[in-house]
């Protein structure tokens, strides 16, 4: 588990953007089964988190059409939560950072960490936006 001190202001960068934190179990599975969107970030310490991942998903909430909820878990940090995330993404390896759309209760749009690395923020970001308008109308 990272330490509290590292992984705070990097959560922080998407709570304050409007990112709901889910901690639990319970919490994850009350947003990802919610009727409309839930668009679930797995953030994690890594550089493309901080490069690509995080400004990216910042950048497609903006976009006129949007999830329902916006939320985050943190990989190596809320680790119940985390897991149970996964479990909804399947059959999807784990990977930190991903974005997982979800639309009353189905996965319907994933981008794997791979997806991430390399990529600039503003082609995640499409990518994301175009997801938007397909499963948010």
């Known amino acids: 588990m990272y330490p509290p001190e590292i992984v705070i202001p990097m959560k922080q960068d998407l ?5 709901q934190e889910l901690l639990t179990p319970s919490e ?14 797995v953030n994690s310490v890594c550089g493309c988190a901080a490069g690509n991942a995080r400004p990216a998903v910042k950048m497609a909430v903006m976009h006129a059409m949007r999830p329902t909820r916006i939320t985050t878990v943190f990989a190596g940090f809320d680790i119940d939560a985390v897991k149970q995330a996964r479990s909804h993404m399947a059959p999807f390896p784990p990977s930190s950072p991903s974005i997982a759309l979800f639309k009353d209760g189905e996965l319907v749009h994933f981008i794997e960490r791979h997806h991430i690395e390399g990529r600039p923020a503003e082609a995640i970001s499409d990518n994301l ?5 397909e499963y948010c109308g």
């Open 28 to 41: 994850v599975d009350t947003a990802i089964n919610a009727k409309g969107t839930t668009l679930v970030v």
């Open 129 to 133: 936006k175009e997801a938007f308008d």
């Open 15 to 19: 709570t304050n953007a409007g990112f």
